[in-house]
């Protein structure tokens, strides 16, 4: 019958646990000059090597041949431990027995020396299961126990172990693993068992894993079972859900040069191959967060980058972006995580998060120094349009007059007096070049009450343009076209513009790329209204 990696691959002795080696160290010195405490509390995030840790400890406390504090594993209580047969040992889960009967079995018991071997040892995993009656029963055994018997306390929760078991207890906390010792773990493990696996896969592993070697195992049992060649970051991360390294890499390029298109497209991608949108989201947190690393620490960070991109490339993509607006963009990450499992649709909410971060808004920086940044960084690199050339200053003669040489000839100058020069006709006015209706900025906050945020936020990147009887509503990309185009949208824009206006209008939406000219000639109205504006002067408008 086929053993899982993990369960096969579990250490038999000290020297075999990885990444533990302050902690093995100390109980083979313990072990081998005889000063073994009577209980110990093993702590730690799970895979890291507890339970493991408590069953050759208790193998080498009734081993008849320790070799250098480690259990020989050939003794009769070395095998009988191994294979079950010494009832002596006895393993709880707390989880499922965590009464106070319970306890009160183990206070019977430990009254009775132990059969076969030198001592009776009780490992009791998951010990922050146990209710505070059973804690309290446990106190007084725990405390004194007989010479023969050990306890081992295994627990993920140590904040909610009792300050009094704490105090009968040596501690040993266990470390996250290492991802370089997993990555060099998994490949001494998948030579032996003959898996194609590759030094990118096994980092990448490595990195998912999150400490837990136990983790790692398992994936990388998951990922072999399910393919014949080689295991590289791509068929690892089309296992777990995620995407690969250099795919991450570039949404990060799409989302940093504000191309909302290919990153919704890049997502559609990834959710059509079965990717979990959630766990991409995630992983574009923590490129996010190497980035800051590089962006913002004056020494070398390379080791505490993730394993799954290099130094050089993260040091490129963060290269003309200022850490404000990182953090900006860990800020909408996060608010999309949070929002992501009650999500009705996790698809529209992954996508609204690309909008979000392609389109920074001012309200996305957390101070107004951020802000500050983000216009500087822009500025250094060219972003901002430079402002027009002044107009050359007029020749002037000694006499201090300007000289009228260069000057142009006037208009009508061959024209008869009092006829009006012919007026030439208006050129037609593209959309793109239109600017909003001054009064598109109260419809949209009038719709914000009849619309839900999540739509209200993406009608914000669309034009409004009031022309006739109608009111154009010019979208930039298809995703809000599509949106803009629905229903329940048109109507709250309708019922939004009636109540700014005063007057009924249509509400027509387009793209940007596909729209004709809508006029040719200005309102004069819309120009007053928005001089008005910009001199902070208030009008009463009346049919």
């Known amino acids: 019958m086929y053993q899982a990696l993990y369960r ?50 208790a193998r080498a406390v009734n081993c008849t041949n320790l070799q250098s504090g480690d259990p020989c594993g050939t003794c009769p209580a070395c095998r009988g431990i191994l294979d079950g047969s010494v009832l002596d040992v006895v393993e709880i889960d707390a989880a499922s027995n965590n009464g106070v009967d319970n306890i009160r079995d183990i206070r019977e018991e430990v009254r009775y020396i132990p059969a076969s071997v030198k001592k009776r040892v009780y490992i009791i995993d998951e010990v922050h299961m146990l209710s505070q009656g059973a804690f309290n ?47 060099q773990r998994l490949l001494e493990i998948a030579e032996e068992e003959h898996i194609p696996l590759t030094e990118g896969g096994a980092r990448m592993i490595a990195r998912l894993a999150d400490g837990a070697l136990r983790d790692a195992l398992s994936i990388l049992d998951r990922t072999a079972a399910g393919s014949s060649g080689p295991i590289d970051e791509e068929l690892v991360a089309s296992g777990v859900g995620i995407l690969a390294g250099d795919t991450a890499v570039e949404l990060m390029r799409h989302i940093l040069q504000g191309d909302l298109t290919a990153a919704i497209a890049q997502l559609g991608e990834s959710y059509t191959a079965g990717r979990e949108l959630g766990a991409v989201l995630d992983q574009l947190l923590g490129l996010i967060r190497d980035m800051l690393l590089v962006k913002t620490s004056k020494g070398d960070v390379s080791g505490l980058l993730s394993p799954a991109y290099s130094a050089k490339t993260v040091a490129q993509l963060c290269e003309q972006v200022p850490a404000s607006r990182l953090l900006a963009y860990t800020g909408i990450l996060q608010e999309a995580l949070i929002r992501m499992p009650r999500a009705a649709n996790r698809r529209i909410e992954a996508e609204l998060c690309m909008v979000r971060l392609c389109r920074l808004q001012a309200e996305d920086y957390d101070t107004l120094s951020g802000r500050m940044d983000a216009l500087e960084e822009k500025l250094a690199h060219g ?52 600017e909003c209706s001054p009064q598109w900025n109260d419809i949209t906050l009038a719709a914000k009450k009849l619309l839900p945020m999540s739509t209200f936020a993406q009608l914000t990147f669309a034009k409004g343009i009031l022309h006739g009887k109608d009111l ?12 803009c185009s629905e229903t329940k949208v048109k109507d709250a824009l309708s019922k939004a513009v009636q109540q700014v206006t005063g007057k009924p ?27 008005a504006g910009e001199l902070d002067i208030t009008l009463e408008i009346n049919d």
Request: overall charge neutral; glycine content about 4%.
């Open 8 to 57: 096969k691959w579990r250490p038999n002795r000290f020297a075999d646990v990885v990444g533990q080696r302050h902690i093995t160290d100390t109980l083979r010195a313990q072990l081998e000059s005889g000063r073994l405490s009577h209980a110990y509390l093993f702590t730690g995030t799970r895979g890291t090597g507890k339970t493991t840790c408590a069953k050759i400890l």
């Open 137 to 183: 029963a446990l106190l007084k055994t725990l405390e004194e126990p007989p010479e023969h018997v050990l306890f081992i306390l295994a627990t993920t929760e140590i904040n909610k172990v009792p300050a009094t078991i704490l105090s009968r207890c040596q501690r040993f906390d266990f470390r996250r693993i290492a991802p370089h010792d997993i990555a």
């Open 383 to 434: 972003v901002v349009a430079a402002a027009p050339a002044p107009a050359p200053a007029p020749q002037t003669y000694d006499d201090g007059f300007p000289s009228d040489q260069d000057a142009p000839p006037p208009e009508n100058e061959d024209m008869p007096p009092f006829e009006a020069a012919p007026r030439k006709k208006p050129e037609p006015v593209q959309p793109k070049k239109l």
């Open 472 to 483: 154009y509503v010019v979208c930039e990309d298809p995703f809000t076209y599509e949106l």
């Open 505 to 531: 209008y249509r509400v027509k939406v387009m793209e940007e790329s596909n729209v004709g000219t809508l006029s040719t000639k200005a309102n004069p109205v819309d120009d007053i209204i928005r001089r």
